[in-house]
C-alpha cells in the first residue's frame, strides 16, 4: 500500500537527553495508526517533528508524498492537526470558528461559508452554531475541534488525545467521526492514552519507549506476543471432561465446571489444532472460549509499565 507517512531513522535529543533514538514508521494511506508510549517515550516528539513543528536531528520523513525536509510547505498544507488542548475560540461562534478556519485556508468568503455548513451538518452542531463556543460541551467542543482541522480537507490528521476528558457517549461519537473520516479515505495517526481506544480504532499499533520503537503490528499481533492467551473448553459431564484432559496432556481442568484451560494464542490455526485433537477422539466440547491477553498486558510486557501518559515536555 502506498505510504501517506515514511520516516526512516528519526533522531532527535534535548541537550544531552535522546528522546528519538532511530525509529522508523510506515502508515499506509487510509489507515488509522496509533501510537502509544509511556510518559517520555517519545510520542509528542515524533508527532511534533511530522507536524513540522520542529525538526529532527536526523532521519528521513515523508508526509503525503512531500518530504519534509526539502518541502515543508507541501507538508503542511496536506495535513491537519487536532492537539490535546482545544484549538477552539471560546468567544466566538461555532460557525465563527470555522469561518476563521475557512479564511486562514484561503478557501474565499463563498466556499468557505459553504465549507463551515456542511462541517456544522457532519458534526451535529447545526442548532449550536450560532452560540458561543464557550457555552458547549466537552465533546461539542472535540467535535468543533475536529471539524475546524477539516476545513482545510486534509489528506493526513494528526490526533493528539482526541478523547481526553470525554464521557463514554462522547468518546464513542468521537470514534465513530474518526472511523468515518478514514473510510473516506483520509489516514489518520493518534496519540491516547486510553488502550481500549486503540484496540478499537487503529489498524495498526507501534509501542515506543525510552525514544525506540519496542513493536509494531495489529492489536490481535501485539497480543499473540504476550504470554497467557488460553481456549477454554467446557464438556458436558465428568467423564468427557476426564477424556479431554487426556487427551490434552497440556490442558488445565476445572472440575468445578466441567472446563479444560489449553495454552493458545487464539490464532486459526491453534483452535484447528486443537479440535483436530479433539474430533479424533471423537470429543465434542460444549462450549468454546478463547481468551487473549489484552493491549494492558502488551503494554506492561512490553515497557514495564502498567500507565501510558501522554509526554506533557517533549
Keep these: 500500500m ?19 533514538n532511530g525509529i522508523d514508521l510506515y502508515v499506509p494511506r487510509g489507515t488509522i495508526f496509533a501510537l502509544l508510549g509511556p510518559n517520555g517515550a517519545g510520542k509528542t516528539t515524533t508527532v511534533r517533528i511530522l507536524t513540522t513543528l520542529i525538526d529532527a536531528d536526523a532521519g528521513q520523513v515523508e508526509v503525503a508524498g512531500h518530504d519534509l525536509a526539502t518541502d515543508p510547505g507541501g507538508v503542511r498544507a496536506a495535513i491537519g492537526v487536532t492537539g490535546q488542548f482545544s484549538a477552539v475560540d471560546d468567544k466566538l ?15 474565499g468568503k463563498t ?30 467542543r472535540r467535535r468543533l475541534d ?11 490528521i494528526f490526533l493528539d488525545e482526541p478523547t481526553t476528558g470525554l464521557d463514554p457517549r462522547s468518546r464513542r461519537t468521537m470514534w465513530q ?18 488502550l481500549d481506544e486503540a484496540d478499537r480504532l487503529a489498524d495498526q499499533i507501534a509501542v515506543l519507549d525510552r525514544g525506540r520503537l519496542v513493536a509494531q503490528g495489529s492489536a490481535q499481533e501485539l497480543k499473540r506476543r504476550v504470554p ?23 490442558a488445565v481442568a476445572r472440575d468445578e465446571d466441567l472446563s479444560l484451560r489449553v495454552p493458545g494464542d487464539g490464532s486459526v490455526q491453534a483452535l484447528r489444532d486443537l479440535l483436530d485433537r479433539l474430533d479424533a477422539t471423537g470429543l465434542r466440547p460444549e462450549e468454546l472460549q478463547v481468551h487473549t491477553p489484552d ?9 514495564g509499565r502498567t500507565d501510558t501518559p501522554q509526554e506533557t515536555s517533549r
Excluded at 493491549?295 to 515497557?303: S, W
Design 2 to 20: 502506498t505510504a501517506a507517512i515514511k520516516a526512516t531513522g528519526l533522531r532527535k535529543s534535548f541537550g544531552d537527553t535522546v528522546v528519538l
Design 93 to 107: 461562534t461555532g460557525r465563527e470558528n470555522l469561518i476563521l478556519m475557512a479564511d486562514l485556508n484561503h478557501l
Design 111 to 140: 466556499r468557505g461559508r459553504r465549507r463551515a455548513d456542511e462541517l456544522l451538518d457532519r458534526f451535529d452542531l447545526r442548532e449550536a452554531a450560532g452560540r458561543l463556543a464557550g457555552t458547549y460541551s466537552g465533546g461539542m
Design 146 to 156: 475536529l471539524a475546524m482541522t477539516l476545513v482545510g480537507d486534509p489528506q493526513v
Design 177 to 194: 467521526s474518526i472511523e468515518d473520516l478514514v473510510a473516506g479515505g483520509v489516514t489518520v495517526l493518534l496519540t491516547t492514552q486510553y
Design 228 to 250: 497467557g492467551g488460553h481456549i477454554r473448553l467446557r464438556f458436558g459431564d465428568p467423564t468427557t471432561l476426564g477424556r479431554a484432559a487426556h487427551v490434552l496432556d497440556d
Design 295 to 303: 493491549l494492558d498486558d502488551v503494554f506492561l510486557a512490553l515497557t
